[in-house]
């Protein structure tokens, strides 16, 4: 079990020893070291893609009483695979109007910020890629880079529905940003630090969902909305918008975005686990087993509201956000922070 | 030549030939996409200075929040075609007046102020210093900032639904 747990950190440790042998200089041996984290991240994002894709049409057809994907493989699960082949191979078409470049660049665009947001969360004991002190807040500006992804798509298509569907993303991004900060300071006042070790090492006796559960909850409607995630699918709305910005979109550049997608549903996930269910603590498993069993929970969750919530409308969208949303994010705040007063007066 | 001096040069080569693009790009909305890539730089610069807060706050803000505005002001209002839209670079003579005017007005202003140089370290973290100076010493400004956006906020409500004259 020690092993296990101290697996990755002995591969990293493992590759340092290897190259100090060579005499490498050591800014160098970082250097290979982070690399080697960023392709280990990749590989993560990659094998999670293929098995939310394979999860989600499992639980889409549970919830529909149909088997969903049940050929290639036990249960189905290379169906994915197989689909990926056959995205890869598909002509690549670009509208004869679109505007070229910000229409080739919008979905790296996307998927980029998504790729960017594992740079700071702790996977595990000791396993966090690069120890930001501010890397909460570095979570959230990174998110807030996608926006302006969509955006391109949307305007680079030139397709009133492509556009329509931007506007829609950007407006519902824009809207959701704001509770989504207003909850996750609750968390950062009552550990005074923006750094996501220290939040996690905080939550060593107690988790934060006993303090803030309040938050919790608004994190998570905020989060479904930032991810455009049923029920707040409106962007993609296709009853209105037939595919909203992914309209003009095919093969491989229509498949970063869902990509993108489900690297941004993994690392909000990460983010709750990290901030609302103590991390990577957890008794007897080691610590990196934990934290995926709480990220892949917190997955499911957001998988079943989708396919049993039906879409909400445009204008409701709005009313929830500003005029139900904030005002109890805010009102979370300021009970927290009587909370907090109120403690040290007790403890004296 | 040290790592972080190439670093600078390669992010200040960036900021610099995309802030050129601001200007003489033709298409207004590419214009407003080069505008995101200088603002992206610049906080590139922050995370050279050991500024990492300050980076953040440049991303959430202006890449995230201004930037966004402006490209859906410019989007919104498009008309059939788009080029041409940029009024600086369709005036090549009254921009370059400008531009020339403005470069030669900060490089005064750069150059005749006596900037305090200090040989202490970068600080470790500088958010709580950041926040203990705004909630102490400058918390006047830092309230005034805040009343002045209110307002903003709810003079752009005004503008968009119209004031009602109470009965």
Redesign the interface.
Known sequence: MELLERLFVNIAGLARTLMAGWSLPNSIIELVVLILGIIAIIGLIIVDAIILVWLERKIAGFIQERPGPNRLGPAGVFQTIADTFKLLGKEDVIPRSADRWVFRLAPPLVFVPAIMLYAVIPFGKDMVPVDLNVGLFYCFSIASLGTMSFLMAGWGSHNKYSLLGGMRTVAQMISYEIPLLLSVLGVVMIVGSLNLSDIVAAQKNVWFIIIQPVAFIIYLIAATAELNRGPFDLPEGEQELVAGVYTEFSGMRWALFFLAEYTNMVATAAIAVTLFFGGWHGPWLPSWMWFFLKVYLIIFFFMVIKWTYPRIRVDHLMHFGWKFLIPLSLANLLLTGVGIEIYRFMRG | MS?STIVFWIIAAVVLGSAISVVTAQ?L??AA?FM?LTFFGVSGLYVLLEA??LA??Q??IY???I??LI??GV??TQRKGMEETNVSSSHKWVTGILVTILMVGFAYAVTRTPWQVSDHAAP??T?GLIGELMLTRFVIPFEIVGILLLVAVLGAIILTKGARRLP
């Open positions: 790592v298409n909305v590419h996409l995101v990492d807060f953040v706050v991303i959430l890449v995230g929040a930037a966004v490209v859906f989007m919104l470790e973290s958010v």
